[in-house]
């Protein structure tokens, strides 16, 4: 069969390859972009220990609790206000990186936090000295802060998509080395194996020579074949 032929049959496995290679690295690319938006974030979320503190009242607390096919998963909320130059403020944000599905699974913590800080207590507030509008009751990379799981869940993202690139490349190369050795000219067959006349020259064949005789005949005369 040729190869063209066969190639259709059975689907074209380079750009098929080519394929798998460029949905990769444009989920690497949306991972990367998400770094480059958290990067900032979560250094920030680090530098709120130097935040100006100041004391706040707790509005309100309590735990919110779903469960779906792959378990539960509780997510502590806290309302909380503020005041800062005569000014009071309200905010509800645990850390700057404490996002919708980011929040550290262990319940033990938030029950822990919930007891120390009941409706109507006063809690430690740690404010932005350059907006006191943004606050937070997390500083650093502390437990709750959320910083730990969204770190954890991108390196995962990027160490999956660096292996599938590299994996990808590397099979992609092995499938252009294997394509071209079929593209490659056939050999041709070995031509039939002929004598080769030797150089002193064709061969003769020699006929074999017919025996000359001689007898004498009954009138005495001789004769010969």
Request: hydrophobic share 35%; proline share 5%; charged share 30%.
């Amino acid at each position: 069969m040729p190869f063209d032929e066969d190639t259709n049959r059975i689907g074209n496995p380079t750009q098929s390859n080519t394929i798998v290679l460029v949905i990769t690295i444009v989920f690497f690319a949306i991972v990367f972009a998400i770094d480059i938006f958290a990067a900032p974030l979560h250094y920030e979320q680090w530098q709120t220990k130097n935040w100006d503190r100041t004391q706040g009242t707790v509005e309100k607390i309590y735990i919110w609790e779903t469960c779906g096919d792959d378990g539960c998963s509780s997510r502590l909320e806290v309302d909380y206000s503020y005041e800062v130059d005569d000014t009071v403020y309200r905010s509800d944000q645990l850390s700057l990186v404490d996002w919708e599905d980011s929040s550290d699974s262990s319940l033990e913590w938030k029950e822990d936090f919930e007891r120390k800080h009941p409706k109507g207590s006063s809690i430690d507030v740690f404010v932005d000295p350059n907006d006191s509008d943004r606050s937070v009751l997390i500083t650093g990379f502390s437990i709750g802060s959320g910083a730990f799981t969204n770190i954890a869940i991108l390196s995962c993202f990027n160490l999956v998509a660096i292996f599938m690139i590299g994996a990808r490349i590397a099979m992609r190369g092995t499938m252009l080395e294997g394509i071209g050795i079929h593209l490659e000219d056939p050999e041709e067959p070995p031509a039939e194996y002929s004598k080769e006349p030797d150089d002193e020259g064709p061969e003769t064949t020699e006929e074999p020579s017919e025996e000359v005789g001689w007898w004498e005949g009954d009138d005495g005369a001789e004769r010969g074949i």
